[in-house]
Structure formats: C-alpha cells, structure tokens
C-alpha cells in the first residue's frame, strides 16, 4: 500500500511523484562510511578496489578526500591499506591480498556475501549453480570466484534455452542481487519449466533495496508523462529502474547522473514527472533534478512511499577493531 506525502512545494505548471524508497540502501551507506572512517583513521591514502559503489560523485567525492581507486591489487603498494567494494570480491583477490601484505577492510555487501555463502554450499552439495546475472559485473566476478567449476551464467531468460546438463545433473540457482525482479523471476520460472529438479536458494538474493526501488518506480510510472532516475550508467539496479518505469507505464524515462544530463526537450507536453534514485546516488542530486524541474514550471513535488527502510549494517570487524583499539569506537 501506497502513500502520498505533500513536501510543501507550490504547485506550478506541472507536478513531480517523487519515489520513496529510493538512494542509498544499507549496503551502501556501510560502504561509503567504510571508507570515510578510514581515511579518517589511517589517514590518505586509503586504496579502494574497483569503485566503492557505482556512481561517480560519490567516487570523486571520496577521491578527493585521499581515496585511491584501482582496477586490480596489483597497483597497491606492499603493506598499503585497501578497501573492497561492496560488490564483493572472489577467493583469488582474498589471497593475493594476502600475498602482497596488504592491510584488507572488507566492505562487501552482507546481502552479497550471503549469496558467496550459498555459493560455496551449494558448490560443496556437488550441484551445479545457475547464477543469473550480469557478464563482467563485479559482483558476478565475485560470486562465480567461489566455484568456478560449478557455476554457469545466465543472462537473459532466452539463455535457457541453450542450456544442457547431463541428465540427473542436480541445479540450483543463485542471482545477482542488483536485477530486475520480474526478469529474474521469469529466468527462474523458465530454468525450473527445463529443469524440474532445480533447487532454489533458502531466500531470494535480490536484496530488498532493490525490489523497494522497484516497487516504488511502478506505482510513480504508472501516472507519469516521464520517469528520471538519477544513476550512474554502470549502475545495475539504477539502468533497471529505467526499464521497470517504462515497462510499468511510464511514457518515457531517462537516467541521468546529474542535472546536467537532462535534456529540456523531455519535458515537452509533460504534466507529471516521476523520480527516482539508484541504491547508490546521494540525495542532494535528486534534491538538484526536483530544483531543476521547479524551476521550469513542474514543482509541486509528492512523495509516494511504498515501503519503510530502517535496516543498518555494522562496519567490517576488522574497521570496528581499529576503530576501538584507536579509542575512536
């Protein structure tokens, strides 16, 4: 059940449904302070694998503040400090880090590392893993590192089809945890339709963030001329917001990272425009997008809320420790 909040802007030409969920989940929240405090405790540099999370003011933000971001360990110096993405890493990253001496703060995910740990015990049951997903994602990259051998991707519900095990061959499936639910859910339906003994996983790996965000983009995009969703373009679970607004109704829809990537075009002949936010994108973006659309007639903004987020994930022990033995805890 949804709700309407009125957020106290004069109504003018035109008026915005603005989602709620939407930005920042837990995962990500963890992740960004993880390297803040940090910075904070250690002091610059701080390395980070890969980005932090995938949206880049946050990564130029923190860059800024003395974080180093590089695509493979092999650019940290020996001994230096680095931070692991919230996407999450594979077992050979864990033990080249180990390797070089590197000093290792893990910020994945906990929804994302539930998914290794399921990973590795269904790896460890002898059955071959279905993992749903995205090619060249980190967090595939991660999870597929658990058990390369059992692991096969599955992109698209078309790729059942082409899919063949030896016959009694016992499956299981796993997923990325930034997808489309309704996409994700017709994989499966279609992996089980050839594959009756498929085995699913003890609860649905797309993380709740993303099924709020998706929810909440439906019920704004069913009565919107136009949906914006603020994301970064390697963002997953911002792209598929995008395709959940238009696929729910929405007459059209664009991501952006920014105001400066609005087109003023889109807002001809728009009355009502939806917005929303990545799991990743700090809200004084969206707060930008909602000036932006006041200003050219569209500003009498209402929250719709779908859902109610409190969830917070403690900081990785091995901060935490510093942290206390630091007296900063």
């Known amino acids: 059940m949804s709700s309407t ?18 930005g920042y989940c837990a995962g990500v929240d963890r992740a960004v302070i ?39 360990l092999d650019e940290v110096p020996e001994g230096a400090t680095v931070v692991f993405s919230a996407h ?14 590197l000093k290792t703060i893990d910020a994945t995910c906990p929804l994302v590392t539930k998914v290794h740990h399921e990973a590795r015990r269904f790896a460890q049951e002898g ?11 980190e967090e595939v990259e991660g999870t597929a590192g658990e058990a390369p051998e059992h692991i096969t991707l599955v992109e698209h519900p078309d790729d059942v089809d082409a899919l063949e095990f030896p016959e009694g061959t016992a499956l299981s499936w ?24 498929l085995e699913d996983p003890p609860s649905d790996d797309i993380c709740y963030a993303t099924q709020n965000r998706q929810v ?13 969703v603020v994301g970064s373009a390697n963002s997953s679970n911002s792209v ?16 952006v990272d920014d105001i400066s990537e ?18 990743s994108v700090p809200d004084d973006l969206v707060q930008d997008v909602l000036g932006y659309l006041a200003e050219r007639g569209i500003g009498d903004a209402r929250a719709i809320r779908t859902a109610d987020e409190s969830l917070i994930f403690a900081l990785p022990p091995e901060l935490r420790r510093d942290m206390k033995a630091a007296g900063r805890l």
Request: hydrophobic share 45%; glycine share 8%.
């Open 5 to 22: 909040v009125d957020l106290g802007m004069p109504p003018l030409g035109g008026s915005v449904l603005l989602a709620d969920p939407r």
């Open 34 to 72: 993880t390297v803040e405090k940090a910075l904070d405790l250690y002091g610059a540099p701080v390395y980070v694998r890969k980005q932090i999370v995938h949206n880049k003011h946050v990564v130029n933000d923190l860059a800024a503040r003395g974080a180093i971001f590089v695509e493979e």
């Open 88 to 101: 999450g890493v594979s077992p050979m990253v864990h033990a080249e880090a180990a390797e070089r001496e």
């Open 127 to 137: 059955k071959q893993i279905l993992l749903i997903g995205h090619e060249g994602h």
């Open 174 to 197: 796993l997923s990325q945890t930034t997808l489309s639910v309704d996409e994700t859910m017709e994989t499966v339906r279609r992996l089980r339709e050839k594959f009756p003994q």
């Open 216 to 228: 909440a983009v439906k019920e704004i995009a069913k009565d919107a001329d136009l949906v914006i």
């Open 240 to 255: 598929r917001l995008v395709e959940v607004a238009l696929e729910a109704g929405a007459a059209a829809s664009y991501r």
């Open 262 to 279: 609005i087109d003023e075009a889109w807002l001809e002949g728009v009355t009502t425009v939806g917005v929303t936010s990545g799991a």
